[in-house]
C-alpha cells in the first residue's frame, strides 16, 4: 500500500507564490505516475498537474506557464511549485499516485492512491 502526505498549503494573497510537497510511503513510487488535483467547494474535483516516472508532464490549462510540478526519487516525494497565485486557484489540493499512469491518458489509467488533501486559499 502506499501512503500519500500532502504538505505546504496554506493563505497567501494574489500574485504570491507557494510550493505543496506529496510524501510517499510504504513503497517506492518512482515507477507511478503521480500528479495533483483540486478541488473548489461545488465545483467537480479537477486534475492540475501529472508527471510521468520518465519526466513527462501534463498541465491544465488554467495552471500551465504558472504551476511546475516535479519529483525527487531519493526523497520518494512529489512537489508543486505555483506562483502568480489567483482566487480561482483556492481549493483543496490532493495529490495522486497512479501504478502505471494518470488520466488524462490511455482508458486503462486510473488513480489508484490519494491524499487526504492541504488548503491552498488565495486572498485578494
Known amino acids: 500500500q502506499v501512503q500519500l502526505v500532502e504538505s505546504g498549503g496554506g493563505l497567501v494573497q494574489a500574485g504570491d507564490s507557494l510550493t505543496l510537497s506529496c510524501a510517499a510511503s510504504?513503497?517506492?513510487?518512482?515507477?507511478?505516475?503521480m500528479g495533483w488535483f483540486r478541488q473548489a467547494p461545488g465545483k467537480e474535483r479537477e486534475i492540475v498537474s501529472t508527471?510521468?516516472?520518465?519526466?513527462?508532464?501534463y498541465y491544465a490549462k488554467s495552471v500551465k506557464g504558472r504551476f511546475t510540478i516535479s519529483r525527487d526519487y531519493a526523497k520518494n516525494t512529489v512537489y508543486l511549485q505555483m506562483s502568480s497565485l489567483k482566487p480561482e486557484d483556492t481549493a483543496i489540493y490532493y495529490c495522486?499516485?497512479?501504478?502505471?499512469?494518470?488520466?488524462?491518458?490511455?482508458?486503462?489509467?486510473?488513480?489508484?492512491?490519494w491524499g487526504q488533501g492541504t488548503q491552498v486559499t488565495v486572498s485578494s
Open positions: 510504504g513503497r517506492t513510487v518512482s515507477s507511478y505516475a
Open positions: 495522486a499516485a497512479g501504478r502505471y499512469c494518470l488520466p488524462p491518458g490511455p482508458v486503462e489509467c486510473q488513480t489508484d492512491y
Open positions: 508527471i510521468r516516472s520518465g519526466g513527462n508532464t
